[in-house]
């Protein structure tokens, strides 16, 4: 094959915008059904039917998809929530039964086992949203998480029981004391509940209370579905250790398992028979078995079938992600191997016909995206694919083959700690580095890569080695990519997480500049040509770094980011409503320090181009946002690009939007950077060109 000599940015590539779009459905949500193991549920999101989620489901030993059944073909069902704006947990199965939540009308169904259309249930005014599903083992009724939008002010989230049988009916509230609530699961007898709370102003990952109590049943009258007694605070509450709570599980013997991080580490832990919380490992690991709940329903943590005192963890050290069964009574973990997997998620205890365990789960690696496998915890056949992701496998990827893929490898870098003075702290902050890579180009001997940083969202989130198409988008036509964890991201521990608080704005900024730099003083990237590229709050800390380190970067994306964080103090909804009491500061106290670290703020230090991509529905980042920075960056006579996508909301899920995305940002870089994309895209209007 011929090899062709190209100024970087300009590289031919097999892997288009389209095929980038293709690659964004995903698989997740995996559910299995406690009344039948054998068959494996799960949601995929297809960009080319408008972003929907399809339940798709097929037994767990079906590799070929004999069995496979498309619940909900109609094109009017998308199975999607939007409690807390972000979702997750929008449907369960049990018995057969699928209860699940539609995207339209919010409304709460249930399909029937021999049923062909799905019947509503629960309160069906328009206002009301369900989450988080437990069926109750008698088939009666579920336990969900209710975000009530009919009250004056903030949203009401309560966790409820909502009889599937009979007419519908009010829902039975369990639980209204407190500002959230999550994650209900029944005891193996149906006799015992637990779920976790939290209040304003923490996030669930900085502080939340593990709650358990007895379930009563009562008469099938229409009524209560169910009443619950001996309410009790098993960690986390009053005079207890201040600790972020996740996923509570109760085994075949009733035991109750959670993951905590009083140890600075979401580590496992279990109530013992007297009553007492103690440690499933001999001692704390410096190792992550959780990953923060920006949506409901993870799982990397599920009691092993069969098979007493053992759980099926996953967890990150190292920087290397592992799989592996713990036995909470010795307190070893045998280690399973992974083929190469650098990402596990959507963990689920299932069986095949013949009986045999087995578990499944979403698995990527760094040349594969995420996807849907079964695995054999008794050693008899490894791991077999049940569903592609987005790529079936590396070379399937729009033609893109195994010698053009990058593959990422981690890096440490020197930064500091505020207040960034002769005084300053300085430590290290990771970041995953991608270099150019195409089996058909090699760029000029005397030239370097552009560089484009990203920057995840979350803030309080992290990214992963694990195969991105949006990133190899990128790679593939001659740029380098820094894929950074600054600090405040997850995965290192509760020390590194809070180095954000309340440096939101300074810290990421500082990491974000400090691994650009570093990767061009070690000849990896060219120095003029550092780029700069996030979503949400990471198309924050773009604009932020443009503005407070305008001689770092050439050019910045901004993807529904937010320019002023005063405004999204005011104006975001419930879940994050008080997340920037602990990035920032409270408000409006704090209301200089908010003014001082907004870009908008600030535009009068902007000295590059920027370009803002915007779902006009969004209702995290008010879109607005994007608008006031553009209209500053115009009336100041720098170039900048606005383009706005009706129909979307917080992140892009029609292809054709995936698309346009894209190729704006390729376009706007290459008119900036000064080379010429290989892509035929549609222009771009540029203000002040």
């Given amino acids: 094959m011929p090899v062709t000599v190209a100024s970087y940015g300009s590289w031919e590539s097999p892997l288009t915008a389209e095929a980038v779009a293709v690659a964004s459905s995903s698989v997740g949500s995996v559910v299995v059904d406690p009344t039948d193991p054998t068959r494996v549920y799960w949601l995929e999101s297809r960009p080319s039917e408008g972003g929907r989620y399809v339940l798709l489901s097929k037994l767990v030993d079906d590799y070929d998809d004999s069995t496979l059944i498309n619940h909900l073909p109609d094109t009017k069902w998308n199975v999607r929530t939007a409690v807390h704006e972000y979702g997750g947990g929008a449907y369960t199965v049990y018995d057969k039964a699928i209860v699940f939540v539609n995207w339209a009308d919010q409304g709460l169904y249930v399909l029937e086992n021999k049923s062909s259309e799905p019947r509503r249930i629960g309160e069906q005014e328009e206002g009301v949203r369900y989450a988080s599903f ?8 579920v336990v969900c998480v209710r975000e009530d939008h009919r009250v004056e002010g903030e949203a009401k989230n309560t966790l409820v029981a909502v009889r599937l049988g009979g007419e519908p009916g009010r829902d039975t509230v369990l639980f209204d004391r407190s500002d959230f609530v999550s994650s209900p699961v029944f005891g193996s007898d149906g006799s ?30 229409g009524g209560a579905a169910c009443t619950l007694e001996a309410l009790a605070e098993v960690a986390g509450g009053e005079g207890q250790q201040r600790e972020s709570i996740y996923q509570p599980r109760f085994d075949d013997q009733g035991s109750l398992h959670f993951i905590g991080d009083r140890s600075g580490f979401w580590n496992p832990y279990h109530v013992d028979g007297s009553g007492d919380v103690v440690q499933s490992l001999a001692k704390p690991m410096p190792a992550e078995f959780a990953e923060p709940e920006w949506a409901f329903g993870a799982s990397t943590f599920q009691p092993v079938s ?24 010795t307190h070893v973990i045998d280690d399973l191997p992974v083929p190469g997997w650098t990402a596990l998620s959507n963990l689920q205890m299932a069986q095949t016909r013949s009986g ?31 569903v592609a992701g987005g790529t079936k496998a590396a070379g399937d990827v729009g033609g893109l083959d195994v010698g053009s893929i990058s593959v990422p490898r981690e890096i440490a870098f020197p930064t500091r700690l505020p ?7 300085e430590v290290q902050a990771y970041a995953y580095y991608y270099p150019p890579a195409n089996v058909r180009h090699v760029g000029p001997k005397d030239e370097l890569p552009p560089l484009l940083v990203m920057i995840h969202g979350g803030p309080t989130s992290a990214t992963h080695a694990v195969y991105s198409a949006k990133i190899q988008y990128w790679t593939s036509r001659g740029f380098a990519v820094a894929d950074v964890n600054y600090g405040g991201s997850t995965g290192y521990g509760r020390e590194y997480r809070e180095r954000l608080y309340p440096e939101f704005g300074r810290v990421d900024v500082q990491d974000c500049c400090a691994a650009a730099l570093h ?26 770094s443009l503005a407070f380190r305008p001689e770092v ?21 419930k879940f994050e409503a008080q997340y920037p009491v602990h990035l920032v500061g409270p408000y409006p106290e704090a209301t200089s320090v908010y003014r001082e670290r907004s870009p908008l703020y600030a535009v009068d230090r902007l000295a590059c181009p920027a370009i803002f991509l915007q779902g006009l529905e969004d209702r995290v980042v008010p879109p607005n946002q994007a608008t006031l920075m553009v209209d500053a960056l115009r009336k100041k006579g720098i170039r900048v690009a606005h383009v706005e996508f009706a129909g979307e909301q917080h992140g892009f899920r029609k292809a054709a939007n995936i698309v346009r995305a894209l190729e704006a940002q390729l376009y706007f870089f290459g008119k900036v950077l000064g080379f010429a994309p290989s892509d035929a895209i549609e222009p771009v209007h540029i203000f002040n060109e």
């Fill in 192 to 221: 015992e509940i637990a779920f976790i709370t939290w209040n304003h102003p923490d996030m669930n990952w900085d502080a939340t209370v593990l709650r358990r109590a007895r379930v009563v049943a009562s008469p099938g009258d």
């Fill in 519 to 544: 990767l061009a003083d070690a000849g990896l990237a060219d120095r003029r040509r550092l780029c700069i590229m996030g979503g949400s709050a990471g198309g924050f800390t773009t604009l932020a």
């Fill in 419 to 425: 207040p960034f003075d002769e005084q300053s702290k």
């Fill in 356 to 386: 045999e365990p087995a578990l499944v789960l979403v698995a990527g690696s760094p040349t594969e995206s995420p996807a849907l496998y079964t695995y054999f915890i008794n050693g008899i056949g490894g791991q077999r694919l049940l």
């Fill in 306 to 329: 069969g098979r007493a005192s053992s759980m099926a963890v996953v967890f990150h050290l190292d920087d290397t992600t592992r799989l592996g069964i713990l036995n909470v009574e």
């Fill in 553 to 573: 970067f050439a050019v910045g994306a901004s993807l529904y980011g937010i320019s002023d964080l005063e405004v999204l103090a005011k104006e975001t909804h």
């Fill in 134 to 141: 437990a069926v109750h083992l008698s088939g009666e009724y």
